[in-house]
């Protein structure tokens, strides 16, 4: 079976949320950092007025601007980890669910958040770093990878 219960995964899931999921570090003169979070942007820009913004994630799709080359992988990863907090969430609260679908979402929400980082890359003086995206990745191997291999046995 997995490891850890149902509510400590829940709990690893939601930490998720709270941790860069790419990190961009800009060089311009100054180093102006950018971490993309799944629901906002936290931006500092020492050469501005206000150093440090929250922008929230929704207001990027809209404006049409400033997203990154492959923006279908963005909304994806979003929409894909949203949906494994939702499976972590019901699995812990109701005991209902396959760990196999939270495991498989959380795997595809961490798969294109390293895209995103990577459509960063072609851009001069960034350096995408895919922090939470690996501990997507990660968290996905380590509690829901036995779940795959108990269906083999």
Excluded: K
Aim: net charge positive; glycine share 10%; hydrophobic share 50%.
């Amino acid at each position: 079976m997995s490891p850890g219960t149902p509510r400590r995964r829940f709990l690893a899931l939601l930490l998720l949320a709270f941790v860069p999921w790419t990190v961009l570090v800009i060089d311009r003169g100054v180093t102006v950092l950018n971490g993309l979070f799944p629901l906002f942007v936290l931006d500092y820009n020492p050469g501005l007025t206000q150093a440090v913004r929250a922008i929230p994630t929704w207001r990027f799709f809209l404006s049409g601007g400033g997203i990154p080359r492959n923006p279908e992988l963005w909304p994806a990863s979003i929409l894909l980890y949203l949906l494994a907090l939702a499976s972590a969430g019901v699995r812990a609260a109701f005991d209902r669910g396959d760990p196999r679908f939270t495991g498989g979402t959380l795997l595809l929400a961490g798969l294109a958040g390293i895209g995103v980082a990577f459509s960063f890359a072609h851009r001069l003086r960034y350096t995408p770093l895919p922090v939470g995206s690996l501990l997507a990745c990660a968290l996905a191997w380590w509690y829901y990878w036995p779940a795959f291999q108990a269906e083999r046995e």
